[in-house]
Nanobody
Framework: QLQLVESGGGLVQPGGSLRLSCAASERILDSAIGWFRQAPGKEREGISCINSGVDFANYARSVRGRFTISRDNTKNSVYLQMNGLEPEDTAVYYC????????????????????WGQGTQVTVSS
């Protein structure tokens, strides 16, 4: 089964940046990848996804314009560049994957993914 490992989390001041990485144990060329986050006491939120054809990406309104998702299929990796971080971005961030038809649109619902990483903590605080 596909295994995913997130990295790049940490403590950052408001306004700062972080780049999260999601490394897969096997090729993800034919997989849509999503990034999710869960803050204490809140439901898991889908924040970004990118499809297998790399021609479609989607963002939650809460992160649009600040976060950018990208992927490097040669490295079996997906990235989430996070700029302009705010305290409200504090959460555990997860990546998830699902095999999908080429160029099919990805979704921000956790129900749309069947492989998950263990998460990486992002804390935004002064």
């Amino acid at each position: 089964q596909l295994q995913l490992v997130e990295s790049g989390g940490g403590l950052v001041q408001p306004g700062g940046s972080l780049r999260l990485s999601c490394a897969a144990s096997e090729r993800i060329l034919d997989s849509a990848i999503g990034w999710f986050r869960q803050a204490p006491g809140k439901e898991r939120e889908g924040i970004s996804c990118i499809n297998s054809g790399v021609d479609f990406a989607n963002y939650a309104r809460s992160v649009r314009g600040r976060f950018t998702i990208s992927r490097d299929n040669t490295k079996n990796s997906v990235y989430l560049q996070m700029n302009g971080l705010e305290p409200e971005d504090t959460a555990v961030y997860y990546c998830a994957a699902v095999r999908s038809r080429l160029f099919a649109q990805c979704v921000l619902s956790s129900a749309g993914y069947d492989s998950w990483g263990q998460g990486t903590q992002v804390t935004v605080s002064s």
